[in-house]
């Protein structure tokens, strides 16, 4: 597949250069010290707290960076590596609440939603990682992360993607990978956990407990990336260009901490860019802008021959409605075409704020047709059919041809919840909406293969080390 360019050659050229001055004169303030001994070590400008990079350093350190980057899973059969599997669909994550299931109300979300949530990831087919969707509102003081990760990894075999917060958190989360595993030595071997962290605070402020974190994971030797979030209007210029400049600054940024910490480390350029609406400051996930945003960070990711994505096909309705789908679908597919490999895409609406179970299962049909997009059109002899074209010829049909049945289930995306039916039929079945028809679907699944995915001896090695583990049992909607 081919990919549309956004910006000309002379642009990304530009926005390269314009990235290197933001880097050498204005740099960034880096408030964790280990860092700033770090960037001093390899030839880069320390003042107090502000750290400016030399043009030849960056341009050293960003063509360290491998072309790739596999998220792996507890299962082997779900790992997937970009860009050749491309595009990987990933849950969009961390909102606060969730549309109770039963009674449509919002509210806060619990363990007991995120085990749900990941049956539901597990099961269906157009998602590749779990990035985990909620937080944990029952969680226990020290048991922050522990709570979301423990039910996530009961019920999903895929890749999941997790943050935590400090580093007493960090080593808890690995602790209890490693009892998942058996042993460290063989987590280290398939890590089935992929970290995930904002080091990087626009404009230009690299934190304290994110940055320690990158920083440990490189060392670990274990898959980590950032993600860059500057917000036109609010904390980035009032222009894309702009943004761009400074967005594609803190990316580089970013890469040299990774790849001076251990060189030939993988990662992401990825990205959640957004132009505020400055009527009321409002975080604008949904707009069309973030998806342009997206198309040219990802032209930026080739430029630099590093895999590209983030948080885009996003929506700010509050409800699974037509606002959601066109917000979602738009920047979708303008992602898609631009050439990004990894789309945090999945199940939230409300700005990332809410969790919704129709919303979902609505969205793993779009990654299904992105994915299907994304496969192009075969040109082999025997699709193009010229010698059956010939053989039919004018006024004949192709509907019994064998060249037809055996392409009916594969040329063509099966819809299970787009309705293609006429009026009558529709009627028939029940006259359902699209949100109805993914609520009903989602119910279907809760009640499927609904045995925990530990077996009971890692369970109770697990409770054993963590005293006071929320229950993180699977339960049906209510």
Excluded at 98 to 111: C, K
Excluded at 249 to 263: D, I, P, R, V, W
Aim: charged fraction near 25%; hydrophobic fraction near 40%; aromatic fraction near 8%.
């Amino acid at each position: 597949m081919s990919f549309a360019n956004l910006l000309t050659q002379e642009q990304v050229e530009k926005l390269h250069d314009a990235s290197l001055e933001i880097l050498e004169d204005a740099g960034l303030k880096v408030r964790y010290e280990p860092a700033r001994e770090l960037f001093r070590k390899h030839g880069c400008a320390v003042e107090e707290e502000r750290v400016r990079f030399p043009r030849a350093v960056v341009e050293k350190y960003r063509k360290l960076v491998p072309p790739s980057f596999t998220f792996h899973a507890r299962d082997p059969k779900f790992d997937k590596t970009i860009p050749q599997d491309s595009p990987v669909i990933v849950t969009a994550s961390s909102a606060p609440d969730i549309i109770d299931p039963a009674t449509g109300v919002e509210r806060r979300a619990e363990s007991k939603d995120i085990a749900r949530i990941a049956h539901l990831i597990n099961e269906l087919p157009g998602y590749d990682i779990f990035s985990i969707s909620t937080l944990a509102d029952d969680a226990p003081a020290d048991q922050f992360t522990i709570s979301r990760l423990y039910p996530s990894i009961k019920y999903c075999l895929k890749p999941i993607r997790v943050t935590t917060t400090d580093m007493k958190d960090t080593l808890k989360v690995m602790e209890l990978a490693y009892i998942v595993a058996g042993g460290e030595e063989a987590y280290k071997a398939h890590p089935f956990l992929t970290h995930h962290y904002c080091p990087i605070v626009s404009p230009l402020t690299m934190d304290n407990l994110s940055t320690e974190n990158v920083m440990f994971f490189v060392k670990e030797g274990l898959p980590v990336y950032p993600t860059i979030v500057p917000n036109a209007g609010l904390t980035s210029p009032m222009s894309m260009a702009g943004t761009l400049a400074q967005g594609n600054a803190e990316f580089l940024a970013g890469l040299m901490l990774m790849q001076m910490t251990k060189e030939g480390t993988p990662t992401i350029y990825a990205t959640l860019g957004t132009v505020a609406d400055m009527r009321s400051g409002a975080y604008t996930s949904g707009a069309i802008e973030c998806g342009m945003l997206h198309m040219a960070f990802a032209q930026m990711a080739r430029y630099y021959n590093v895999p590209s994505g983030g948080y885009v096909g996003l929506t700010n309705s509050k409800l699974n409605d037509a606002q959601s789908g066109y917000e979602t679908g738009m920047s979708g597919i303008a992602g898609l075409l631009g050439g990004m490999d990894m789309f945090n895409i999945g199940g939230l609406i409300d700005a990332l704020k809410t969790f919704d179970f129709g919303k979902a299962v609505i969205d793993d049909e779009i990654a299904q047709m992105m994915k299907r997009m994304k496969r192009g059109v075969s040109f082999s002899d025997d699709d193009l059919g010229i010698d059956l074209i010939k053989q039919i010829g004018p006024g004949g049909s192709f509907i019994t041809a064998k060249h037809t049945t055996s392409r009916m289930k594969t040329e063509a995306v099966m819809t299970r919840i787009a309705d293609r039916d006429a009026r009558t039929i529709w009627e028939k079945k029940g006259a359902m909406d699209t949100h109805t028809k993914a609520m009903s679907k989602a119910r279907d699944i809760m009640a499927k293969n609904t045995a925990p995915l530990l077996l009971p001896e890692v369970d109770s090695a697990l409770r054993a080390n963590f005293p006071g583990l929320i229950a993180g049992e699977l339960t049906l909607f209510d």
